[in-house]
């Protein structure tokens, strides 16, 4: 009876530990607001994960981006590191985690600009490779 009762045990601790492993989602592209503080101008643009955008004087990596499932509390985390451009010397003023549900609690320490990630999510790469009319032509319609 007893070895019953920790085989059970065993069983339901086993079954805690995968679903809490696979809460998260890993991501392939990151959605990222920026803000320009001079021209007061906000852009929203999207990254893919091992790439690096250019936002001004600022190169951003997006090394990894998780996000969590529809039935958790909605939350996006993205690993990334920016590089300040500025003089001659580009040195990384930022690495690390940074949360969608609270961006200022890792954030970029900049005088100029202001970066936030809003989401990360899982493009399937075959259906934008699919379609037989560029991007910037399937937004535009002639008339």
Do not use: H
């Amino acid at each position: 009876m007893r070895t019953l009762i920790l085989f059970i045990l065993v069983i339901l601790l086993l079954i805690s530990k995968t679903t809490q492993a696979s809460r998260w989602i890993e991501g392939n592209r990151l959605v990222i607001q920026g803000l320009d503080k001079i021209t007061a101008r906000i852009n929203t643009f999207e990254v893919n994960v091992s790439q690096t955008y250019k936002f001004g004087v600022l190169d951003i990596f997006v090394e990894r981006c998780i996000f969590s499932k529809p039935i958790f509390m909605p939350e996006s985390l993205a690993y990334i590191s920016i590089k300040d451009n500025t003089d001659r010397l580009s040195e990384v003023k930022f690495k690390g985690w940074m949360f969608a549900s609270s961006p200022a609690l890792n954030a970029l320490e900049n005088s100029v600009y202001d970066i936030s990630i809003l989401a990360c999510k899982k493009v399937d790469k075959q259906s934008e490779k699919s379609s037989s009319v560029p991007p910037k032509d399937r937004m535009s319609t002639s008339n």
